[in-house]
């Protein structure tokens, strides 16, 4: 698969969604969504505004990236089926882009080891870790669900640490690192929705795109209707 000249991201898993549009693998512009609204209610109207501001139209766009999680079930559910609606019609591929993976690209540089956490609430965090690279970053713990013990013991000894988890947990990982920690104020950090556009950007070049029918959120922990349901609290990977 030939990389896309257009790629249009988007990132809704987190607290601040946003939307870029990327050429070559570089930004040309990108927006972000106030919360004062849902976002359901003004990504649509945010893509269009974003197009406009670059001098283009949806027709144009070659491809989509979009973070497919973990975060916000509401947000996920709305960015992978806007892209989906988006991208199924003219069957142009999408690149499913780990949250966790842009938000450490985001917070480090290549050589830098960073661990994405975000809270999940009920005293887990989600998280991974990435050993980042001037392409794909390379996963050293995969995307899953931990409570904070478990994951202070799996981080390596040295690594950057980012995310909103990462501050509520700072006192059992600061205790379990010791100096090799270090939390990244969130400020710090480039927005993500660059980051989905580039990683989405890399996969597609490398092959990894997937067809419109194929994209789906990957909650990690499950909605808890369907935790009783099945009787697993937690997602099963994708094989």
Request: charged share 20%; hydrophobic share 50%.
């Amino acid at each position: 698969m030939r990389a896309p000249s257009l790629l249009l991201a988007l990132e809704t898993a987190l607290r601040t969604p946003g939307i870029a549009l990327l050429e070559g693998g570089e930004l040309v512009a990108e927006i972000t969504l106030p919360c004062v609204q849902p976002v359901s209610e003004q990504l649509l109207a945010g893509i269009d505004a974003l197009l406009k501001l670059c001098g283009t139209a949806l027709e144009a766009v070659d491809a989509f990236a979009v973070s497919v999680g973990p975060g916000s079930f509401t947000g996920l559910r709305v960015g992978v089926a806007t892209v989906k609606g988006l991208a199924f019609a003219s069957a142009r591929p999408v690149a499913a882009v780990s949250t966790l993976a842009a938000l450490a690209c985001a917070a480090g540089a290549p050589g830098d080891t960073v661990a994405a956490i975000l809270d999940a609430r009920r005293g887990e965090v989600y998280a991974g870790v990435y050993e980042l690279t001037q392409a794909l970053p390379s996963p050293k713990l995969p995307d899953g669900l931990f409570p904070a013990p478990d994951l202070a013991a799996r981080l390596p000894p040295s690594c950057v640490l980012v995310g909103d988890g990462a501050r509520l947990c700072a006192e059992t990982l600061g205790a379990a690192l010791g100096a090799g920690a270090r939390i990244l104020p969130e400020a710090l950090a480039r927005p993500p929705v660059l980051q989905v556009g580039r990683l989405g950007y890399a996969l597609l070049a490398a092959g990894g795109g997937i067809e419109a029918e194929a994209l789906a959120p990957r909650y990690l922990r499950r909605a808890e209707a369907e935790a009783r349901r099945t009787g697993e609290r937690v997602e099963t990977a994708p094989l």
